[in-house]
């Protein structure tokens, strides 16, 4: 079945990453559902600063979680990020590189589309 989520463009939600494979679905899109409490809705271009202040506040997202199908994200990779994750680092000054064409509607419910668009790679 195809999706029909939008993105914060309010075009059809593009792909974020199959490698690793992102998603709260593991389909590669930050879809959402009323399962996704995290609402990892943000797809974003990790960097080596950012892994490293989200380990800090305490998500690590570097270290892999085979249970979960957690493969660990590596600088350059994309992820479907917890949107209040993202908010957390922009407030700190760390917020990661957002591809806007992946990044769910829903996230403007907690961000601004210019903060989002300063940190946009695509």
Known sequence: MAS???NVLGEPLAECCRKPL???YRNGRCDTGPEDHGLHLVCIRASAEFLEFSREVGNDLSTPIPEYMFP??????CWCL??????QALDA????????AST??????????????????D
């Open 4 to 6: 029909t989520a939008r």
């Open 104 to 121: 769910h509607i829903s996230a403007l419910e907690f961000v601004d589309l210019e903060d989002l668009q300063a940190h946009a790679v």
């Open 93 to 100: 000054g760390m917020a990661p590189q957002v591809r806007l």
């Open 72 to 77: 660990g994200v590596k600088p350059g990779e």
């Open 82 to 87: 917890c949107v209040e994750r993202w908010k």
């Open 22 to 24: 992102t998603g709260f």
